[in-house]
C-alpha cells in the first residue's frame, strides 16, 4: 500500500513474482501480513487472479474484517472465482463453539473450497472447539500461531496430526520448535521478505527428518538459529508493528517499491529509528544462509 492505503495490482503481481522466484511454494493472499481485512472485494479477487497464473497454490485470507461477516462470505465466494485453491480461515468473533464450527462450514458453503483452520494467539480456539473445527470434512490443513505458548502449539500440532491432517507452521517466534513438533510447511509472515531464509529452515528440515544425516540435522539448526534472528528482530512490541518490520526488509531487496513500503495500520507506537537495527542484522543472515 501507499501511505494513502491505496494499491497498484502491478506492484503486487512483481512482488508476487519474486516471493516464487525465491523459493516460496505457494502464496496467501488478504491475509494479515497483507492487511486484507482493509482491502475491499474486488481489490483481493483481482490480487487471487494475478497470484494464481503463477503456478503455485494459492490460499486466500477470509475473516477479521472491519465490514463484518457478510463480507467475509462474499469475499469466500469472490476467492474461489477468482481463483484461490483454499482459505485460511482467522478465528471468528463468536466464540461459542456451535458459532464457530458454523462460521467454518458457512465460509466453506459460501467458497466451494477446502479450508485452512487457523489458531490465533490473539483469539485461540479452546483446545475442544479447535477439535470440532479439525473434524469438519472441509478442513484440510492445520496453522498454529500462538506465538510463545508452546504447549498450546504442541497440543493443537498433535490434534491436528492425529486428524491425518497437514500442519503449516504459523510460528514466526517458534519456527524450527514448530517443525520438530509436528508441521510440514509453514506459512508465515516472516517469509513476506527475505523468503529465502524459511525456504532454508523447511528444506533443511525436511533433509534432516529424510536423510537422518548428522550433517543434514546440524545445518536444519543452524539455519533454525538464524530464523530465530530474524524473528527476533521483526515479531517483537509492538508485534502489529511486523508488517511494517517485513516492508522495510522488502524493499531494502528490492521486491516492493519504497512508496508501497508503507503499512497504513502500523501502530503510533513503532519507532522507525528501528529499521536500521533490523535491516542490517536480516541482510548477515541472508548471508549466512547463502554461504
Known amino acids: 500500500m501507499r501511505a494513502d492505503g491505496s494499491t497498484d495490482p502491478e506492484v503486487c503481481e512483481a512482488y508476487f513474482g519474486q516471493l516464487v522466484r525465491g523459493g516460496a511454494g505457494g502464496l496467501a493472499v488478504a491475509a494479515h501480513t497483507g492487511r486484507g481485512d482493509h482491502l475491499s472485494v474486488a481489490t483481493k479477487a483481482e490480487l487471487v487472479r494475478r497470484a494464481a497464473t503463477l503456478g503455485v497454490p494459492v490460499l486466500a485470507g477470509v475473516g477479521g474484517s472491519v465490514e463484518g461477516r457478510m463480507h467475509d462470505l462474499e469475499w469466500a465466494a469472490a476467492a474461489g472465482q477468482a481463483g484461490a485453491d483454499a482459505l485460511l480461515v482467522f478465528p471468528p468473533d463468536e466464540t461459542e463453539p456451535d458459532a464457530v464450527v458454523a462460521h467454518h462450514r458457512a465460509v466453506a458453503d459460501a467458497s466451494g473450497l477446502p479450508l485452512v483452520a487457523f489458531d490465533l494467539y490473539t483469539r485461540p480456539h479452546p483446545l475442544e472447539t479447535l477439535g470440532r473445527v479439525l473434524d469438519l470434512p472441509e478442513v484440510c490443513a492445520f496453522k498454529p500461531a500462538r506465538l510463545h505458548d508452546a504447549i498450546a502449539c504442541q497440543e493443537t ?75 527476533r528482530v521483526t515479531f517483537r512490541p509492538p508485534y502489529e508493528g511486523y508488517v511494517q518490520r517485513m516492508l522495510w526488509l522488502a524493499a531494502d531487496e528490492g521486491i516492493v517499491p519504497a512508496e508501497f513500503a508503507v503499512d497504513p495500520h502500523r501502530p503510533a507506537e513503532l519507532d522507525d529509528a528501528e529499521r536500521d537495527e533490523v535491516v542490517r542484522v536480516v541482510r548477515q543472515c541472508r548471508d549466512q544462509v547463502r554461504g
Open 157 to 231: 500440532i498433535a490434534a491436528a496430526r492425529s486428524r491425518g491432517l497437514l500442519v503449516l507452521s504459523g510460528e514466526d517466534r517458534m519456527f524450527g520448535a514448530s517443525l520438530m513438533w509436528g508441521a510440514e510447511g509453514a506459512l508465515v509472515g516472516l517469509a513476506a521478505a527475505a523468503v529465502q531464509i524459511t525456504v532454508a529452515a523447511v528444506d533443511t528440515f525436511a533433509a534432516a527428518v529424510h536423510t537422518s544425516a548428522r550433517d543434514a540435522a546440524a545445518r536444519f539448526l543452524d539455519v533454525s538459529a538464524i530464523v530465530d534472528e530474524v524473528a
